[in-house]
């Protein structure tokens, strides 16, 4: 099939319930997935088993042809599966069934078929199913929820609950020395083997930490170990593993090991045990098509502003934060509009000379100054036929603000040291994270100029759009790394409460920096310590809020029974339901003066 004619659809089940066809089209680079209604594909589910933001479909035209997409989990709490086996981030084929929670979203690339439903949304059928649903049990899906980790510290927890989800338990069944190296750290192991059993002898598969010592099991011993499970000894842990294989773990070194680090492999190997095979495709450099990732709001006010190419004035002012994205939002502006084909051009305002200012950005005449020795054009001309971005506006000097406004309004340019005019075809797109209402009071900045730009956008900071961390994080994973891949959870809630006061921009970096060492997953503890530290300070300082308004509502409680009551505290403390003596106590502890109300 051409990929041309070629159509994409996804067809959404709930349990066997068509319920929606989903076309998707050229337009549709980067679909998000889940619970948040504010995703391209919203999933209903009142047992929240699926993510806010679940899983996305990426449109992919470097795969080897043009019709190419593949799917990413986001780090979602329940998994995203194909078939029987979690997935990570994988090419999709025509039929592939995507399983998520108690939906399945079949991925077809072929005609629509005859039985599709029309006429209702996906929430309203989700509503008349949800009833059906509410008499049945709900369902745990994750063999993880139904086991109680106790008093493991914060790291071995995280450890066990990334097995299955982000994909260690498939590194083991792959490769063991990634697997063994997260472990081995946790448990201060110096030597391990991995190996199995057959026709009663031991072979070894991989080993680490020995170098002449032969290594030996009995058929009795390893016959103990898999009827039985771990077992712990003072300097060994033994763990059986599928298909009569084993794992042993040794100390040359005190301490001897505990019952927490039984306790911890026990978790361990019961998720090895329920482990499927995982799909394994696709982790080399994958290229999303679109640097514009998440704010959907926003990016369809940018596909509608894109496509004002007739219009007198379709130039267009972007505010916001420093590391926002303004520049990438003029870009997806450029690439969706039909000045497409011609160039972008990027002046950054703030590194122009104030005296060459006007040279630089409408050309100048040979001999217009000392030094010009040729004509040159400038940045308007450069762009012609394109598209000029004017990083920084607020910061053009204001002897050239006449002729911006000039250029703009008459669409035409005039070279320094000329009398000649020149027309130009440029649509002009700005972008400053300063203050222009305050530089148009100091005037430092022409309200004209302000007001020429009839389209504004403004950029969000990352602090107010959590919801697009989690996409971000995973879009510059797939970026920079052929590793990593795959951020824990944990690490993700860092990440999404986070204050980001250096915005997209920091995230990008913290990304970048955390790969560097070639790691397969990214635990909590990899991320920046000031992370870490910002959380657990924002944590205590919600629960001394919290606590202080449950003290203000007491307060404010018994001053109200006191008051009704005129002061008398026998029948106060009847009304609230306390003793007599626990009223006083209160009275005391919060300063009530009980005379104001006689």
């Not at 472990?183 to 020995?210: N, P």
């Not at 763990?239 to 019952?259: C, H, K, T, V």
């Not at 598209?387 to 603000?401: A, K, R």
């Not at 308004?549 to 106060?572: C, F, H, P, S």
């Amino acid at each position: 099939m051409d990929d041309h004619d070629c159509m994409t659809f996804l067809l959404i089940y709930k349990g066997k319930q068509l319920i929606k066809d989903f076309k998707i089209t050229a337009d549709d680079k980067v679909l998000t997935i889940g619970l948040l209604r504010s995703n391209d594909i919203y999933l209903p589910d009142d047992k929240h088993f699926v993510s806010r933001i679940h899983a996305a479909i990426i449109r992919s035209d470097l795969l080897g042809k043009k019709n190419s997409y593949f799917i990413r989990d986001l780090g979602s709490t329940h998994g995203t599966k194909i078939g029987k086996t979690y997935i990570r981030k994988k090419i999709l084929h025509d039929g592939d069934k995507i399983d998520i929670c108690d939906y399945t979203l079949v991925f077809k690339q072929s005609t629509l078929p005859e039985y599709t439903c029309k006429g209702l949304s996906l929430d309203e059928i989700y509503g008349k199913l949800s009833s059906e649903e509410k008499s049945k049990q709900a369902t745990i899906r994750r063999p993880e929820r139904q086991i109680h980790m106790g008093q493991l510290n914060q790291e071995k927890k995280e450890f066990v609950s990334n097995i299955t989800r982000s994909g260690l338990g498939a590194d083991f069944l792959e490769n063991p020395s990634v697997f063994m190296n997260h472990l081995t750290k946790l448990l201060r192991v110096e030597k391990y083997v991995v190996g199995y059993s057959k026709d009663g002898r031991t072979y070894l598969t991989y080993q680490s930490g020995f170098e002449r010592e032969s290594i030996y099991c009995s058929e009795e011993f390893l016959t103990i170990l898999w009827e039985k499970g771990p077992i712990k000894q003072e300097a060994a842990l033994w763990i059986p593993l599928p298909d009569n294989g084993f794992l042993a773990l040794f100390r040359s070194i005190p301490p001897a090991f505990e019952n927490e680090d039984l306790d911890f492999m026990c978790y361990v190997y019961s998720r090895l045990m329920t482990l499927g095979n995982q799909v394994n495709e696709l982790y080399e450099l994958t290229s999303w098509p679109s640097n514009m990732v998440g704010i959907p709001n926003l990016k369809k006010q940018c596909i509608k502003l894109a496509q004002i190419e007739n219009m007198e004035n379709n130039d267009v002012l972007i505010m916001g934060e420093t590391g926002t994205g303004k520049e990438v939002i003029a870009r997806f502006i450029h690439e969706n509009s039909g000045k497409k084909h011609g160039p972008f051009v990027t002046v950054n305002c703030s590194s122009l000379p104030r005296e060459l200012a006007y040279g630089e950005l409408f050309g100048y005449e040979k001999g217009a100054f000392t030094g010009a020795t040729t004509k040159k054009q400038g940045y308007f001309e450069i762009a012609d036929g394109g598209t000029l971005f004017l990083d920084e506006i607020g910061d053009v000097p204001e002897n050239v603000q006449v002729a911006l406004l000039t250029a703009m309004q008459q669409k035409e340019i005039l070279h320094l040291g000329s009398e000649k005019t020149t027309p130009i075809n440029v649509r002009i797109l700005a972008a400053t994270d300063r203050d222009v209402e305050q530089k148009m009071q100091d005037d430092t900045f022409r309200r004209a100029l302000y007001e020429r730009f009839a389209h504004t956008i403004i950029v969000p900071p990352l602090r107010e759009r959590r919801e697009d961390i989690t996409l971000l994080a995973h879009y510059f994973l797939d970026k920079y790394s052929k590793n990593t891949r795959a951020i824990s959870r944990e690490a993700l809630q860092y990440l999404r409460e986070y204050d980001w006061p250096g915005n997209v921009r920091e995230l990008q970096n913290i990304i970048k920096n955390t790969i560097l060492s070639g790691k397969e997953i990214i635990f909590s503890w990899d991320l920046p310590k000031k992370l870490i530290h910002f959380t657990r300070v924002q944590q205590v300082e919600d629960r001394i809020q919290k606590e202080t308004t449950l003290k203000d509502k007491q307060i404010a409680e018994i001053i109200k029974v006191l008051n009704e009551t005129r002061g008398n505290v026998t029948q106060a403390a009847r009304i609230l339901s306390v003793p007599r003596s626990t009223l006083y106590h209160k009275v005391n502890v919060h300063k009530i003066d009980l005379s104001v109300f006689k």
